[in-house]
């Protein structure tokens, strides 16, 4: 943990990032009402933050996924690039839409939910690494599930226009997550099968 830290404090330092990791479970993500477990932002004042109340297993996978939207933004990787959408985030359009704030169009839902799932399937595979090369104590074939889950969660958005309820996160709930394959390159990121979308509906709100 000691070095997870020690680079992360280096490399936001070197990028002028604020890095905040707070005692708490969950922090709200910056102008909406959605409660999350960590972020990276760079809209005028980059900040990476955790919530590291918890357990290291527990925090350690949500603090390296965010750190790799961090290196994502570092780099400008065409998927982060992408997941601005008519000028802003992705998630912010889709958070707007969800609160009736905004009207998209059917295609425009699609697009941005595309590009969504982009950005998290590419963080996420570089998390993967993250937790490998810091040793983090978790088992990787469920990590990868749960980071399904969380990507899939996207896709179904459309059909449920309303975020998993607080302390709800679908990599949260191992009746949710376990459904999910072992390898990305199993999932098809296309469609939402019924058994997942009964389980989100079921376990998330």
């Known amino acids: 943990m000691n070095k997870l830290i020690e680079d992360l404090k280096h490399t936001t330092q070197q990028h002028n990032v604020k890095l905040l990791l707070l005692p708490a479970l969950e922090v709200t993500y910056p102008n909406s009402n959605m409660m999350v477990s960590g972020y990276f932002v760079d809209n005028g004042d980059p900040t990476l933050c955790c919530a590291i109340g918890g357990e290291l ?41 969800c609160q009736n704030k905004t009207k998209l169009e059917d295609r425009e839902v699609d697009e941005i939910i595309n590009r969504a799932i982009n950005v998290e399937l590419d963080c996420e595979k570089r998390t993967i690494i993250k937790l490998i ?6 088992d990787i074939s469920e990590e990868i599930q749960k980071a399904i889950s969380y990507i899939l969660f996207y896709r179904f958005l ?12 679908p990599y949260k709930i191992k009746e949710v997550w376990s459904l999910m394959p072992k390898s990305f390159d199993e999932c098809n990121f296309g469609f939402v099968p019924e058994n997942i979308k009964e389980a989100y509906y079921g376990y998330c709100y």
């Open 133 to 138: 090369k810091y040793n983090i104590d978790v």
């Open 57 to 97: 297993n527990i925090w350690g996978p949500i603090l390296l996924h965010e750190s790799s939207h961090m290196d994502q933004w570092i780099e400008n990787c065409k998927e982060w690039k992408e997941n601005y959408w008519n000028g802003k985030e992705c998630v912010e359009w889709l958070d707007e839409w």
């Open 158 to 169: 459309k059909e449920s226009k309303k975020w998993s309820a607080t302390g709800k996160s």
